[in-house]
């Protein structure tokens, strides 16, 4: 079963506004991932907080981890019609185990953003 | 620098045929992953693995299986394929680390089994 799951599955927003997806999971992780999915195409990496890290910041990002409810969020500010995508969370789980070496996604939320 | 690279872009086959993708990790990177996205199911770990080795591999029968080869590049082998088996093939790869860090993702396969 999947580590991560993402509310809202869907999100629909106006050029201008903040979007706002959840994620979360399961167990003790390493650190947890932000990955962008275009159209069914290949994925694009946002950005990496580490389990001892509470929030982070990437240009228009912003990603907290709040490991004690074991979720995150990605906020993006401003947004526009090119941010239109799947967003997916994906946890990395410390060394050793099954769990070893993979990454465990989300159903991901979609996000469209209309000009 | 040059991003992770997946052969062919599309590939159609018939059920109990064999398919073939092949992946080439960014310059440095020793590590390749394989995930399957298929609809409604998500992104799924298939393989990992580093240094010419396998080292590990998830909830997939035995007749999904790769190699590495010792430029690092890898191919994943899908025998006797099954319907379900349609699905976008997704490689990574990274830098060798105890815990995965950030794996680049390259554009995909999309395979289509009739």
């Known amino acids: 079963s999947q580590q991560g799951e993402e509310d809202p599955q869907a999100l629909s927003i106006q050029e201008g506004e903040n979007a706002t997806m959840n994620c979360s999971y399961k167990?003790?992780?390493?650190?947890l991932q932000w990955y962008r999915q275009n159209s069914g195409r290949g994925l694009v990496h946002l950005i990496l907080?580490?389990?001892?890290?509470r929030e982070k910041h990437s240009g228009r990002l912003r990603v907290t981890l709040d490991t004690s409810k074991k979720s995150s969020s990605l906020l993006i500010t401003a947004s526009r019609a090119a941010d239109t995508a799947s967003y997916f969370c994906?946890?990395?789980?410390?060394?050793?185990?099954?769990?070893?070496?993979?990454?465990?996604f989300g159903q991901g939320t979609i996000l469209t953003v209309h000009p | 620098e040059a991003g992770v690279t997946q052969s062919p872009t599309h590939l159609i086959k018939t059920r109990g045929q064999q398919a073939t993708l092949r992946c080439s990790p960014i310059?440095?990177?020793?590590?390749v992953y394989w995930y399957q996205q298929a609809l409604g199911l998500g992104l799924q770990f298939l393989l990992w693995?580093?240094?010419?080795?396998?080292?590990n591999r998830g909830n997939f029968p035995p007749r999904f299986s790769g190699r590495q080869f010792p430029n690092y590049s890898s191919e994943l082998n899908v025998n006797a394929l099954e319907l379900e088996d349609s699905a976008l093939y997704l490689c990574?790869?990274?830098?060798?680390?105890?815990?995965?860090?950030?794996?680049?993702f390259g554009p995909g396969t999309r395979l289509t089994v009739l």
């Open positions: 990574a790869s990274s830098h060798r680390r105890p815990v995965p860090d950030t794996q680049y």
């Open positions: 167990t003790s992780i390493n650190n």
């Open positions: 907080i580490r389990s001892n890290e």
């Open positions: 994906a946890t990395a789980l410390n060394a050793g185990g099954t769990s070893y070496g993979k990454l465990t």
């Open positions: 310059s440095g990177h020793t590590s």
């Open positions: 693995y580093d240094e010419g080795e396998e080292r």
